[in-house]
């Protein structure tokens, strides 16, 4: 892009470019180690970050594709990273809101989740999911019969409050 234009148009096309790469990278990542058959959303890191912004870039990359659906809720139902398992429940409520099967995804999690509190105050993954019900689904009646038992029954006493 010439250097004459506003540069509010080259912070765009910069953003855009550095945004292409994420997904090309991860993209190539994933197929890399799928063809090798060690493929796990947190493999190679314990720094969860990484792989949430991989997921992040895979999930609004892809989000047509059939298979990411699928793969997107093993990681919030099963992934061993609770941060992981958090992202990928806001993931699903943010991209597949009117998904019929998403409602029983989000009470599972939200009830059998074993989220256990660190030092982090806001990563449950039972928590995003209560979330997501309620923005999702504000009109259905066994999202306030699931927040009542979770405000009564949770083990997680910052979730209770």
């Known amino acids: 892009m010439p250097f004459n234009q506003p540069t509010y148009l080259r912070a765009d096309s910069s953003a855009f470019v550095h945004r292409t790469f994420l997904e090309y990278f991860c993209a190539s990542a994933i197929v890399w180690d799928s063809l090798n058959s060690?493929?796990?959303?947190?493999?190679?890191?314990?720094?969860?970050?990484?792989?949430?912004?991989?997921?992040?870039?895979l999930t609004r990359g892809w989000k047509d594709d059939p298979d990411t659906l699928p793969w997107l809720k093993q990681q919030a139902q099963a992934d061993k990273d609770k941060l992981v398992r958090r992202e990928a429940v806001q993931e699903l409520a943010r991209g597949w809101k009117e998904h019929p099967d998403l409602f029983d995804?989000?009470?599972?999690?939200?009830?059998?989740?074993?989220f256990n509190r660190g030092i982090f105050l806001h990563n449950n993954p039972r928590q995003a999911a209560l979330s997501a019900l309620m923005n999702n689904y504000p009109d259905n009646p066994q999202v306030l019969a699931l927040l009542q038992d979770r405000a009564q029954n949770d083990p997680d006493v910052e979730l209770r409050k």
Not at 49 to 57: C, D, L, R, V
Not at 105 to 112: G, K, L, P, S
């Open 38 to 57: 060690r493929f796990s959303i947190t493999y190679g890191s314990q720094n969860s970050f990484i792989p949430i912004s991989a997921m992040q870039e």
């Open 105 to 114: 995804c989000f009470q599972t999690i939200a009830i059998n989740d074993l």
